[in-house]
């Protein structure tokens, strides 16, 4: 349920940990730029997220601008939407801090997310993987955010999003903070590796045969699609014959995606079709949508300094929202400033 009493406002945010790939093109900044236009958008790539676990300081600037030239290929527009990365705008470390404070360890060792990434490590990962969810949630209510699209593995923190802002309410009797929803919707919610249908899409999987980079160049994508792992059966007459076959089911969708159409359409367009056929038919689709954002990213990434530029003027502009918000923040729990 969305909360009728805040305007509208979506915010999103994306780890600078890694290379994009299709998953997050598809499950998340397709749809960033979707939204542009319909309310007021925020996105942000989220650097300190991404040192939750090591980053090479050498690279880390880097990744920054890279994901950021990702959003700006993709179609989002610095005149429409506020880009800019997380650590230049202190508000979210600090409202961050007092979210550590409402937040109940009980909850957070209920976080998949947290379970899978450190396994039977848990005693070695850092602290701020462990707090990550209570950080995310603050780069959401910093903006009094309403909507955030993500992919379906980021269903969880937006619900203790929703968690964290009810207990601060309550405990400090006011209804400062929104219910947030999350907006998980299309059919690449959970774009799955292509080697294993089993597993998502990741920027950290071993292979790079596993993913679609949005950096490759028509060649590796087609490749890649190419020896993509299937089931020996030709596709199905319809979509219900894709339940138990996750590879074949992750390339219809994917096709879908891409093609803003639907598995059904898709599945009515290539009824029965062997993979020899879908296959190809496939790459095309992908190298027609996605080459010309690679090209966009690589000429973006030629000049740095105007990337800079651009999440610089983004800062300020997230600043100006979220620095009244986090002064009521202080306010309402009776931190004391003199200005
Ligand atoms: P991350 O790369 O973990 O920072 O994820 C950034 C955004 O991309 C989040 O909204 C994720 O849910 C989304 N995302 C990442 N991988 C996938 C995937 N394989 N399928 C769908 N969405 C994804
Ligand atoms: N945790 C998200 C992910 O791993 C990234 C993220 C951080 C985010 N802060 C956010 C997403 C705020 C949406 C809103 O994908």
Not at 45 to 63: G, S, Y
């Amino acid at each position: 349920m969305t909360d009728t009493t805040f305007t509208p406002r979506v915010f999103s945010g994306i780890k600078p940990s890694g290379g994009l790939t299709l998953g997050n093109y598809l499950g998340a900044i397709k749809r960033f730029v979707g939204m542009q236009g319909q309310m007021e958008t925020i996105y942000c790539v989220v650097d300190m997220h991404a040192i939750t676990v090591w980053q090479d300081p050498k690279e880390l600037a880097n990744m920054t601008r890279e994901v950021a030239a990702g959003y700006l290929a993709a179609g989002l527009d610095p005149s429409q939407s506020i880009l800019f990365n997380q650590s230049q705008v202190a508000a979210h470390a600090e409202l961050g801090w007092v979210f550590n404070c409402v937040a109940r360890v009980g909850w957070m060792n209920r976080m998949t997310q947290f379970k899978d990434k450190a396994g039977s490590n848990a005693e070695k990962v850092s602290l701020g993987l462990y707090a990550y969810p209570s950080l995310m949630a603050a780069d959401i209510l910093l903006y009094h955010a309403t909507h955030v699209p993500v992919g379906e593995d980021q269903k969880q923190h937006v619900e203790l999003t929703r968690d964290i802002a009810a207990k601060f309410n309550h405990d400090y009797k006011t209804d400062f903070f929104p219910m947030t929803t999350p907006v998980i919707e299309g059919p690449a919610m959970r774009i799955m590796n292509l080697r294993d249908g089993t597993k998502k899409m990741s920027k950290s999987g071993e292979s790079d045969m596993e993913r679609i980079n949005m950096t490759d160049d028509a060649d590796k994508i087609a490749k890649k699609f190419k020896k993509a792992k299937t089931d020996p059966e030709p596709l199905p007459e319809t979509v219900e014959g894709l339940a138990d076959r996750p590879e074949a089911r992750n390339l219809v969708e994917i096709y879908a995606a891409l093609d803003d159409t639907t598995p059904e359409a898709v599945i009515a367009q290539y009824p029965g079709a062997g993979w020899g056929t879908f296959k190809p038919a496939l790459a095309d689709l992908a190298v027609a949508k996605l080459a010309p954002i690679s090209e966009e990213m690589a000429r973006l990434m030629d000049d740095p300094a105007e990337i800079d530029r651009i999440l610089a003027a983004g800062s300020d502009k997230a600043r100006a929202i979220a620095e009244p918000i986090l002064k009521k923040t202080y306010d309402i729990v009776g931190l004391l400033r003199s200005s």
